[in-house]
Protein backbone atom coordinates (compact mmCIF):
# COMPACT_ATOMS: atom_id res chain seq x y z
CA UNK A 1 0.00 0.00 0.00
CA UNK A 2 1.30 3.69 -1.00
CA UNK A 3 2.02 6.22 1.86
CA UNK A 4 1.17 9.53 1.78
CA UNK A 5 4.13 10.54 0.49
CA UNK A 6 4.02 8.10 -2.61
CA UNK A 7 0.04 9.26 -3.40
CA UNK A 8 1.23 13.27 -3.48
CA UNK A 9 4.77 12.64 -6.05
CA UNK A 10 2.09 10.23 -8.15
CA UNK A 11 -0.74 12.57 -8.23
CA UNK A 12 1.02 15.74 -7.42
CA UNK A 13 0.19 17.58 -10.92
CA UNK A 14 -1.94 16.38 -13.78
CA UNK A 15 -2.28 18.46 -16.63
CA UNK A 16 -3.92 21.77 -16.15
CA UNK A 17 -5.20 19.92 -12.71
CA UNK A 18 -3.47 20.39 -9.32
CA UNK A 19 -4.56 17.36 -7.67
CA UNK A 20 -3.72 17.59 -3.63
CA UNK A 21 -3.16 15.54 -0.68
CA UNK A 22 -4.79 16.36 2.33
CA UNK A 23 -2.89 17.56 4.88
CA UNK A 24 -3.19 14.96 7.10
CA UNK A 25 -2.85 11.62 6.35
CA UNK A 26 -5.54 9.27 8.16
CA UNK A 27 -4.85 5.38 8.87
CA UNK A 28 -7.21 3.06 6.70
CA UNK A 29 -9.15 6.07 5.33
CA UNK A 30 -10.58 6.30 1.65
CA UNK A 31 -8.11 7.38 -0.98
CA UNK A 32 -11.39 9.69 -2.34
CA UNK A 33 -10.81 11.28 1.38
CA UNK A 34 -7.22 12.27 0.68
CA UNK A 35 -7.61 13.45 -2.71
CA UNK A 36 -9.04 16.49 -4.77
CA UNK A 37 -9.15 17.76 -7.96
CA UNK A 38 -8.68 21.62 -7.74
CA UNK A 39 -9.20 23.97 -11.29
CA UNK A 40 -7.34 26.87 -12.50
CA UNK A 41 -9.67 29.20 -11.25
CA UNK A 42 -9.81 29.54 -7.32
CA UNK A 43 -13.59 28.46 -7.25
CA UNK A 44 -13.36 25.21 -7.62
CA UNK A 45 -16.50 23.12 -5.95
CA UNK A 46 -13.69 20.42 -4.39
CA UNK A 47 -13.19 20.47 -0.75
CA UNK A 48 -9.77 19.80 0.98
CA UNK A 49 -11.03 16.20 2.31
CA UNK A 50 -11.81 15.44 -2.09
CA UNK A 51 -15.52 15.72 -1.70
CA UNK A 52 -17.81 17.95 -3.69
CA UNK A 53 -19.05 20.78 -2.40
CA UNK A 54 -23.25 20.01 -2.03
CA UNK A 55 -23.66 22.72 -4.63
CA UNK A 56 -21.68 25.11 -6.15
CA UNK A 57 -22.93 28.40 -5.08
CA UNK A 58 -24.46 29.95 -8.08
CA UNK A 59 -22.35 33.73 -9.30
CA UNK A 60 -25.54 35.42 -8.00
CA UNK A 61 -27.08 33.46 -5.46
CA UNK A 62 -28.61 35.28 -2.81
CA UNK A 63 -29.36 37.94 -4.94
CA UNK A 64 -32.42 37.07 -6.99
CA UNK A 65 -33.21 39.61 -10.01
CA UNK A 66 -36.32 41.52 -9.49
CA UNK A 67 -38.27 43.63 -11.88
CA UNK A 68 -37.03 47.35 -11.99
CA UNK A 69 -37.21 50.60 -13.37
CA UNK A 70 -35.89 50.68 -17.33
CA UNK A 71 -36.77 46.60 -17.23
CA UNK A 72 -38.02 45.67 -21.11
CA UNK A 73 -39.03 42.53 -21.77
CA UNK A 74 -38.37 40.60 -18.77
CA UNK A 75 -34.69 42.04 -17.72
CA UNK A 76 -33.23 45.27 -17.33
CA UNK A 77 -29.79 46.65 -19.44
CA UNK A 78 -28.06 45.75 -15.99
CA UNK A 79 -28.86 42.18 -15.78
CA UNK A 80 -28.31 41.67 -19.26
CA UNK A 81 -24.75 42.81 -18.66
CA UNK A 82 -24.26 40.73 -15.31
CA UNK A 83 -25.88 37.72 -17.24
CA UNK A 84 -23.54 38.61 -20.02
CA UNK A 85 -20.06 38.26 -17.57
CA UNK A 86 -21.30 34.82 -16.73
CA UNK A 87 -20.61 33.67 -19.94
CA UNK A 88 -17.41 35.03 -21.23
CA UNK A 89 -17.63 34.34 -24.80
CA UNK A 90 -20.24 36.62 -25.37
CA UNK A 91 -17.49 39.19 -25.43
CA UNK A 92 -16.59 38.03 -28.75
CA UNK A 93 -19.20 35.74 -29.93
CA UNK A 94 -23.01 36.09 -30.50
CA UNK A 95 -24.28 33.15 -29.60
CA UNK A 96 -28.38 32.71 -31.44
CA UNK A 97 -28.63 28.71 -31.35
CA UNK A 98 -30.49 28.70 -28.23
CA UNK A 99 -32.79 26.31 -29.92
CA UNK A 100 -29.67 23.81 -30.68
CA UNK A 101 -26.97 24.27 -27.88
CA UNK A 102 -26.82 27.34 -26.23
CA UNK A 103 -23.54 28.49 -24.27
CA UNK A 104 -23.35 27.05 -20.82
CA UNK A 105 -22.68 30.06 -17.78
CA UNK A 106 -19.00 29.27 -16.35
CA UNK A 107 -20.80 27.95 -13.41
CA UNK A 108 -22.49 25.42 -15.33
CA UNK A 109 -18.69 24.54 -16.82
CA UNK A 110 -16.83 24.34 -13.36
CA UNK A 111 -19.23 21.93 -12.49
CA UNK A 112 -19.11 19.74 -14.90
CA UNK A 113 -14.91 19.98 -15.17
CA UNK A 114 -14.38 19.92 -11.59
CA UNK A 115 -16.25 16.41 -11.50
CA UNK A 116 -14.26 14.88 -14.27
CA UNK A 117 -10.96 16.37 -12.69
CA UNK A 118 -12.09 14.44 -9.45
CA UNK A 119 -12.40 11.56 -11.79
CA UNK A 120 -9.34 11.96 -12.86
CA UNK A 121 -7.82 11.75 -9.72
CA UNK A 122 -9.56 9.23 -7.68
CA UNK A 123 -11.63 7.35 -10.04
CA UNK A 124 -15.07 7.46 -11.36
CA UNK A 125 -16.39 5.22 -8.24
CA UNK A 126 -14.78 6.37 -5.92
CA UNK A 127 -15.72 10.41 -7.43
CA UNK A 128 -19.49 9.48 -7.32
CA UNK A 129 -19.54 7.77 -3.98
CA UNK A 130 -18.13 10.51 -1.93
CA UNK A 131 -20.83 11.98 0.40
CA UNK A 132 -21.21 15.43 -0.90
CA UNK A 133 -21.44 14.13 -4.58
CA UNK A 134 -24.33 11.99 -3.20
CA UNK A 135 -26.05 15.05 -1.87
CA UNK A 136 -25.28 17.06 -4.79
CA UNK A 137 -26.30 14.68 -7.13
CA UNK A 138 -29.96 14.28 -4.94
CA UNK A 139 -29.97 17.71 -5.14
CA UNK A 140 -30.89 17.75 -9.56
CA UNK A 141 -33.89 15.94 -9.09
CA UNK A 142 -35.28 18.22 -6.48
CA UNK A 143 -34.87 21.17 -8.71
CA UNK A 144 -35.85 19.76 -12.20
CA UNK A 145 -38.91 19.32 -9.95
CA UNK A 146 -38.65 22.39 -8.67
CA UNK A 147 -38.69 23.67 -12.54
CA UNK A 148 -41.45 21.49 -13.58
CA UNK A 149 -43.80 22.13 -10.14
CA UNK A 150 -43.34 18.30 -9.71
CA UNK A 151 -42.26 16.00 -7.14
CA UNK A 152 -38.56 14.44 -7.00
CA UNK A 153 -39.72 11.14 -7.35
CA UNK A 154 -40.90 11.53 -10.72
CA UNK A 155 -37.79 13.16 -12.47
CA UNK A 156 -35.62 10.58 -14.29
CA UNK A 157 -32.07 11.51 -15.90
CA UNK A 158 -31.38 10.85 -19.37
CA UNK A 159 -28.86 11.44 -21.69
CA UNK A 160 -31.30 13.16 -24.12
CA UNK A 161 -34.82 14.39 -24.53
CA UNK A 162 -34.77 11.84 -27.38
CA UNK A 163 -34.04 8.85 -24.91
CA UNK A 164 -36.60 9.82 -22.33
CA UNK A 165 -39.45 10.21 -25.34
CA UNK A 166 -38.63 7.09 -26.45
CA UNK A 167 -37.82 5.31 -23.46
CA UNK A 168 -41.40 6.34 -21.94
CA UNK A 169 -42.72 5.38 -25.19
CA UNK A 170 -41.87 2.31 -25.89
CA UNK A 171 -42.19 1.05 -22.87
CA UNK A 172 -46.54 1.42 -23.20
CA UNK A 173 -47.89 -1.63 -24.12
CA UNK A 174 -49.60 -2.51 -27.58
CA UNK A 175 -51.52 -4.92 -29.15
CA UNK A 176 -52.90 -5.33 -32.63
CA UNK A 177 -55.62 -2.04 -33.42
CA UNK A 178 -54.41 0.31 -30.69
CA UNK A 179 -53.66 3.41 -31.78
CA UNK A 180 -51.04 6.33 -30.76
CA UNK A 181 -52.23 9.90 -31.83
CA UNK A 182 -49.70 13.24 -33.05
CA UNK A 183 -51.08 16.06 -32.94
CA UNK A 184 -50.46 18.52 -34.68
CA UNK A 185 -48.41 18.57 -37.95
CA UNK A 186 -45.17 19.81 -36.44
CA UNK A 187 -44.11 16.63 -34.77
CA UNK A 188 -40.28 16.04 -34.37
CA UNK A 189 -39.12 13.39 -36.94
CA UNK A 190 -37.00 11.77 -33.94
CA UNK A 191 -40.75 10.86 -32.44
CA UNK A 192 -42.60 10.45 -35.11
CA UNK A 193 -40.02 7.97 -36.11
CA UNK A 194 -39.58 6.38 -32.39
CA UNK A 195 -43.98 6.41 -32.27
CA UNK A 196 -44.17 4.28 -36.38
CA UNK A 197 -41.55 1.80 -35.21
CA UNK A 198 -43.36 0.95 -31.54
CA UNK A 199 -46.79 0.60 -33.79
CA UNK A 200 -44.74 -1.82 -36.63
CA UNK A 201 -43.79 -3.69 -33.97
CA UNK A 202 -47.34 -4.54 -32.31
CA UNK A 203 -49.59 -4.25 -35.55
CA UNK A 204 -50.39 -0.97 -34.63
CA UNK A 205 -51.43 2.09 -35.78
CA UNK A 206 -49.89 5.99 -35.82
CA UNK A 207 -52.39 8.45 -36.51
CA UNK A 208 -51.39 12.60 -37.06
CA UNK A 209 -53.83 14.83 -36.39
CA UNK A 210 -53.54 18.06 -38.57
CA UNK A 211 -53.58 21.56 -37.19
CA UNK A 212 -55.95 24.64 -38.14
CA UNK A 213 -55.06 26.71 -40.96
CA UNK A 214 -52.79 28.99 -38.81
CA UNK A 215 -50.86 25.90 -38.08
CA UNK A 216 -52.01 25.68 -34.21
CA UNK A 217 -53.72 22.70 -32.80
CA UNK A 218 -57.14 22.34 -34.17
CA UNK A 219 -58.83 21.41 -31.02
CA UNK A 220 -62.43 20.20 -32.25
CA UNK A 221 -60.45 17.87 -35.16
CA UNK A 222 -58.66 16.35 -32.10
CA UNK A 223 -62.04 15.75 -30.25
CA UNK A 224 -63.32 14.59 -33.24
CA UNK A 225 -60.52 11.73 -33.98
CA UNK A 226 -60.56 10.87 -29.69
CA UNK A 227 -64.26 10.19 -30.47
CA UNK A 228 -64.13 8.31 -33.50
CA UNK A 229 -61.55 5.86 -31.96
CA UNK A 230 -62.28 2.30 -31.70
CA UNK A 231 -63.10 1.69 -27.68
CA UNK A 232 -59.94 1.62 -25.57
CA UNK A 233 -57.84 1.69 -28.52
CA UNK A 234 -56.09 5.17 -27.98
CA UNK A 235 -52.91 4.03 -25.76
CA UNK A 236 -51.05 7.33 -25.96
CA UNK A 237 -51.41 11.35 -27.37
CA UNK A 238 -48.13 12.61 -27.83
CA UNK A 239 -47.39 16.38 -28.22
CA UNK A 240 -45.15 18.78 -28.83
CA UNK A 241 -45.00 22.02 -26.98
CA UNK A 242 -42.61 24.01 -29.36
CA UNK A 243 -42.24 22.84 -32.89
CA UNK A 244 -38.58 22.90 -33.85
CA UNK A 245 -39.14 26.20 -36.55
CA UNK A 246 -42.40 27.49 -36.66
CA UNK A 247 -41.62 29.81 -33.99
CA UNK A 248 -44.88 28.96 -32.42
CA UNK A 249 -46.24 27.38 -28.75
CA UNK A 250 -49.05 24.85 -28.83
CA UNK A 251 -51.61 25.51 -26.40
CA UNK A 252 -51.18 21.74 -24.92
CA UNK A 253 -53.25 22.16 -22.00
CA UNK A 254 -56.17 22.55 -23.91
CA UNK A 255 -55.39 20.07 -26.24
CA UNK A 256 -54.51 17.49 -22.51
CA UNK A 257 -58.29 19.09 -21.31
CA UNK A 258 -60.00 17.79 -25.13
CA UNK A 259 -58.12 14.31 -24.14
CA UNK A 260 -58.76 14.32 -20.68
CA UNK A 261 -62.63 15.26 -21.61
CA UNK A 262 -63.16 12.85 -24.31
CA UNK A 263 -61.31 9.89 -23.32
CA UNK A 264 -60.78 10.41 -19.45
CA UNK A 265 -57.45 10.37 -17.32
CA UNK A 266 -55.70 7.20 -17.36
CA UNK A 267 -57.36 6.35 -13.82
CA UNK A 268 -60.44 7.07 -15.59
CA UNK A 269 -59.25 4.40 -18.43
CA UNK A 270 -57.60 7.21 -20.94
CA UNK A 271 -54.97 7.11 -22.74
CA UNK A 272 -51.22 8.06 -21.57
CA UNK A 273 -50.18 12.00 -22.70
CA UNK A 274 -46.61 12.48 -23.60
CA UNK A 275 -44.98 15.91 -23.92
CA UNK A 276 -41.88 16.77 -26.11
CA UNK A 277 -41.14 19.94 -23.69
CA UNK A 278 -37.22 20.11 -25.86
CA UNK A 279 -37.71 23.54 -26.57
CA UNK A 280 -39.61 24.79 -23.96
CA UNK A 281 -37.72 23.74 -20.94
CA UNK A 282 -35.14 26.49 -19.83
CA UNK A 283 -37.76 29.26 -22.18
CA UNK A 284 -41.46 28.92 -20.94
CA UNK A 285 -42.62 28.29 -17.20
CA UNK A 286 -43.63 24.70 -16.89
CA UNK A 287 -46.10 23.37 -14.04
CA UNK A 288 -46.95 19.09 -14.92
CA UNK A 289 -49.52 19.99 -12.23
CA UNK A 290 -51.61 22.12 -14.64
CA UNK A 291 -50.80 20.85 -17.68
CA UNK A 292 -51.85 17.69 -17.37
CA UNK A 293 -49.64 15.18 -19.02
CA UNK A 294 -48.62 11.48 -17.80
CA UNK A 295 -45.04 12.17 -19.13
CA UNK A 296 -42.43 14.68 -19.84
CA UNK A 297 -39.35 14.83 -22.19
CA UNK A 298 -36.72 17.63 -21.82
CA UNK A 299 -33.18 18.64 -22.22
CA UNK A 300 -30.25 20.13 -20.95
CA UNK A 301 -28.52 21.62 -23.75
CA UNK A 302 -31.23 24.15 -25.63
CA UNK A 303 -32.84 26.76 -23.50
CA UNK A 304 -31.48 25.79 -20.03
CA UNK A 305 -28.04 25.82 -20.97
CA UNK A 306 -26.69 22.67 -19.76
CA UNK A 307 -24.10 20.49 -21.43
CA UNK A 308 -24.96 18.02 -24.33
CA UNK A 309 -25.95 14.58 -23.04
CA UNK A 310 -28.15 15.35 -20.70
CA UNK A 311 -31.80 15.40 -20.12
CA UNK A 312 -34.76 14.18 -18.20
CA UNK A 313 -38.08 12.64 -17.96
CA UNK A 314 -41.22 13.42 -15.74
CA UNK A 315 -43.34 10.58 -14.76
CA UNK A 316 -46.12 11.26 -13.05
CA UNK A 317 -46.56 9.44 -9.72
CA UNK A 318 -49.88 8.34 -10.63
CA UNK A 319 -48.02 6.36 -13.78
CA UNK A 320 -45.37 5.21 -11.25
CA UNK A 321 -48.12 3.60 -9.01
CA UNK A 322 -49.79 1.64 -11.34
CA UNK A 323 -52.64 3.77 -11.78
CA UNK A 324 -53.86 3.54 -15.58
CA UNK A 325 -56.66 0.90 -16.16
CA UNK A 326 -56.47 0.69 -19.24
CA UNK A 327 -52.73 1.24 -20.16
CA UNK A 328 -49.50 -1.04 -18.89
CA UNK A 329 -45.96 0.86 -19.46
CA UNK A 330 -43.02 0.40 -18.11
CA UNK A 331 -39.57 1.16 -19.12
CA UNK A 332 -38.79 0.56 -22.52
CA UNK A 333 -35.48 -1.20 -21.05
CA UNK A 334 -33.94 -1.79 -17.91
CA UNK A 335 -31.18 -3.08 -16.25
CA UNK A 336 -30.31 -3.26 -12.64
CA UNK A 337 -30.61 0.35 -11.89
CA UNK A 338 -34.33 0.14 -12.77
CA UNK A 339 -35.23 -3.03 -11.27
CA UNK A 340 -34.36 -5.30 -8.64
CA UNK A 341 -33.83 -9.28 -10.33
CA UNK A 342 -35.65 -11.73 -8.38
CA UNK A 343 -34.89 -15.19 -8.07
CA UNK A 344 -37.24 -16.69 -5.42
CA UNK A 345 -40.15 -18.16 -5.28
CA UNK A 346 -39.32 -17.79 -8.95
CA UNK A 347 -37.27 -15.60 -11.74
CA UNK A 348 -38.58 -12.11 -12.19
CA UNK A 349 -37.84 -8.42 -11.55
CA UNK A 350 -39.26 -5.75 -9.00
CA UNK A 351 -38.89 -2.17 -10.33
CA UNK A 352 -38.19 0.86 -8.31
CA UNK A 353 -41.05 2.95 -6.84
CA UNK A 354 -39.77 6.31 -8.47
CA UNK A 355 -38.87 7.51 -12.43
CA UNK A 356 -34.92 6.43 -12.11
CA UNK A 357 -36.66 3.17 -13.00
CA UNK A 358 -36.23 4.86 -16.68
CA UNK A 359 -32.33 5.28 -15.63
CA UNK A 360 -30.02 2.63 -16.61
CA UNK A 361 -26.70 2.04 -14.05
CA UNK A 362 -24.33 3.73 -16.51
CA UNK A 363 -24.68 7.58 -16.69
CA UNK A 364 -22.16 10.96 -16.85
CA UNK A 365 -22.05 11.78 -13.16
CA UNK A 366 -20.16 14.87 -14.28
CA UNK A 367 -23.05 15.58 -16.94
CA UNK A 368 -26.19 15.63 -14.57
CA UNK A 369 -24.86 17.59 -11.95
CA UNK A 370 -23.66 20.51 -14.19
CA UNK A 371 -27.69 19.75 -15.41
CA UNK A 372 -28.77 20.48 -11.99
CA UNK A 373 -26.03 23.77 -11.76
CA UNK A 374 -28.05 24.80 -15.19
CA UNK A 375 -31.48 24.35 -13.73
CA UNK A 376 -30.43 26.21 -10.33
CA UNK A 377 -28.59 29.00 -12.74
CA UNK A 378 -32.27 29.49 -14.66
CA UNK A 379 -34.11 29.18 -11.56
CA UNK A 380 -32.20 31.55 -10.00
CA UNK A 381 -32.64 34.32 -12.84
CA UNK A 382 -36.77 33.48 -13.03
CA UNK A 383 -38.06 30.94 -15.95
CA UNK A 384 -41.29 33.45 -16.16
CA UNK A 385 -39.03 36.63 -16.58
CA UNK A 386 -36.83 34.44 -18.94
CA UNK A 387 -39.89 33.58 -21.45
CA UNK A 388 -41.02 37.51 -21.21
CA UNK A 389 -36.84 38.16 -22.21
CA UNK A 390 -37.23 36.03 -24.87
CA UNK A 391 -40.68 36.24 -26.38
CA UNK A 392 -39.73 39.85 -26.66
CA UNK A 393 -35.94 39.87 -27.89
CA UNK A 394 -37.54 37.49 -30.95
CA UNK A 395 -40.37 39.48 -31.86
CA UNK A 396 -37.73 42.26 -32.18
CA UNK A 397 -35.97 40.08 -34.20
CA UNK A 398 -38.66 39.22 -36.63
CA UNK A 399 -39.70 42.71 -37.32
CA UNK A 400 -36.08 43.81 -38.45
CA UNK A 401 -35.49 40.60 -40.36
CA UNK A 402 -39.06 41.14 -41.91
CA UNK A 403 -37.52 44.75 -43.67
CA UNK A 404 -34.90 42.79 -45.27
CA UNK A 405 -35.12 42.49 -49.06
CA UNK A 406 -34.75 39.09 -49.72
CA UNK A 407 -35.67 37.09 -46.35
CA UNK A 408 -39.12 35.70 -45.29
CA UNK A 409 -40.17 35.17 -41.49
CA UNK A 410 -41.74 31.73 -41.75
CA UNK A 411 -43.03 31.86 -38.50
CA UNK A 412 -46.77 30.37 -37.83
CA UNK A 413 -49.62 32.29 -36.33
CA UNK A 414 -51.20 29.58 -34.87
CA UNK A 415 -54.28 31.41 -33.94
CA UNK A 416 -55.66 31.22 -30.81
CA UNK A 417 -52.98 28.97 -29.63
CA UNK A 418 -50.29 29.95 -27.08
CA UNK A 419 -48.52 32.70 -29.26
CA UNK A 420 -44.85 32.92 -30.65
CA UNK A 421 -41.49 31.76 -28.70
CA UNK A 422 -37.94 32.51 -29.32
CA UNK A 423 -37.83 30.34 -32.43
CA UNK A 424 -37.14 32.63 -35.42
CA UNK A 425 -37.66 31.05 -38.73
CA UNK A 426 -36.63 32.90 -42.12
CA UNK A 427 -36.39 31.88 -45.77
CA UNK A 428 -33.72 33.21 -47.28
CA UNK A 429 -32.89 31.24 -50.52
CA UNK A 430 -32.85 34.67 -52.36
CA UNK A 431 -29.81 35.20 -50.96
CA UNK A 432 -27.86 32.14 -51.43
CA UNK A 433 -29.91 29.85 -49.46
CA UNK A 434 -29.54 29.06 -45.91
CA UNK A 435 -26.43 26.82 -45.55
CA UNK A 436 -24.67 29.29 -47.24
CA UNK A 437 -26.29 32.39 -44.92
CA UNK A 438 -25.08 30.45 -41.75
CA UNK A 439 -21.76 29.98 -43.50
CA UNK A 440 -21.44 33.62 -43.92
CA UNK A 441 -22.84 34.46 -40.31
CA UNK A 442 -20.40 31.44 -38.88
CA UNK A 443 -17.43 33.30 -40.43
CA UNK A 444 -18.97 37.04 -38.89
CA UNK A 445 -18.46 34.86 -35.76
CA UNK A 446 -22.51 34.63 -35.30
CA UNK A 447 -24.01 30.93 -34.50
CA UNK A 448 -27.11 29.90 -35.99
CA UNK A 449 -28.62 26.72 -37.44
CA UNK A 450 -30.28 25.78 -40.76
CA UNK A 451 -33.87 23.20 -40.28
CA UNK A 452 -34.26 20.99 -42.91
CA UNK A 453 -38.27 19.74 -44.44
CA UNK A 454 -37.47 16.63 -43.15
CA UNK A 455 -37.11 17.61 -39.57
CA UNK A 456 -41.00 18.26 -39.19
CA UNK A 457 -41.93 16.43 -42.78
CA UNK A 458 -45.72 17.18 -42.08
CA UNK A 459 -45.39 20.74 -41.67
CA UNK A 460 -43.10 21.47 -44.52
CA UNK A 461 -44.99 19.25 -46.86
CA UNK A 462 -47.94 21.51 -45.94
CA UNK A 463 -46.54 24.53 -45.98
CA UNK A 464 -44.88 23.37 -49.45
CA UNK A 465 -41.02 23.77 -47.83
CA UNK A 466 -39.15 22.31 -50.00
CA UNK A 467 -35.75 23.81 -49.14
CA UNK A 468 -33.79 24.35 -45.96
CA UNK A 469 -34.77 27.46 -43.48
CA UNK A 470 -32.35 29.76 -41.59
CA UNK A 471 -33.14 29.54 -37.64
CA UNK A 472 -32.31 32.14 -35.45
CA UNK A 473 -32.71 31.34 -31.62
CA UNK A 474 -32.04 34.40 -29.12
CA UNK A 475 -31.83 34.07 -25.55
CA UNK A 476 -32.22 36.06 -22.95
CA UNK A 477 -28.14 37.41 -22.60
CA UNK A 478 -28.85 38.86 -26.36
CA UNK A 479 -28.74 42.40 -27.09
CA UNK A 480 -30.41 44.34 -29.67
CA UNK A 481 -27.13 45.57 -30.56
CA UNK A 482 -26.60 41.70 -31.57
CA UNK A 483 -29.53 41.31 -33.48
CA UNK A 484 -28.34 44.55 -35.32
CA UNK A 485 -25.31 42.52 -36.20
CA UNK A 486 -27.23 39.02 -37.44
CA UNK A 487 -29.58 40.93 -39.89
CA UNK A 488 -26.80 43.35 -41.30
CA UNK A 489 -24.65 39.99 -41.87
CA UNK A 490 -27.73 38.62 -43.57
CA UNK A 491 -28.58 41.99 -45.60
CA UNK A 492 -25.07 41.68 -46.86
CA UNK A 493 -25.74 38.58 -48.62
CA UNK A 494 -27.59 40.36 -51.12
CA UNK A 495 -25.06 41.99 -52.48
CA UNK A 496 -22.20 39.27 -52.74
Same mark, same amino acid.
Given at each position: ?72 ? /???? !? ?13 ? !? ?37 ? =? ?37 ? /? ?16 ? &??? &? ?6 ? =? ?13 ? /? ?32 ? *? ?37 ? *? ?24 ? !???? &? ?23 ? *? ?15 ? !????? *? ?17 ? /? ?22 ? =? ?28 ? &? ?58
Amino acid at each position: FLSGSHWAQMLGRAGSSIVRVAARWQGGSSIRDRCCALGRRPIGSWSAAGAPLARRKLHHSGTAFTDSIGTVG /GLSD !FDVATLRGDTPSCQD !FIHLNAAGASPPPDVVVDTQVDHLRCEAAIGGYAAAATE =KTLVAHAAVYTSIAKLLNGAPREIALMDSSTTAYTKFLH /GVSLSPGDQLISVGESEY &AAN &AIAMLLHA =KRHNASVIFVPGNPE /GGIDLARLQQVLADAPTDKVKVVSLTHIPTNGGI *VYDVRSAIKVVHDTLGKIEDGGPMVLLDACQSAGQLELD *VSTLGCDALAATSRKWLRGPRGAGFL !FVRG &AVLDGAATNVYTEPGSIDLFGATWT *VSPRQGYTLRDDARRYE !FWENS *VASQLALGTAVDYALNVGV /GRIERRVRYIAERLRVSLSKIDGV =KVMDLDGGPDGGKCGIVTVDVEPLGGAAVV &AQTALRARIAVSVCVPQSTALDSARRHITHPTLRISPHYFNTEAELQTVCDVIAACRAT
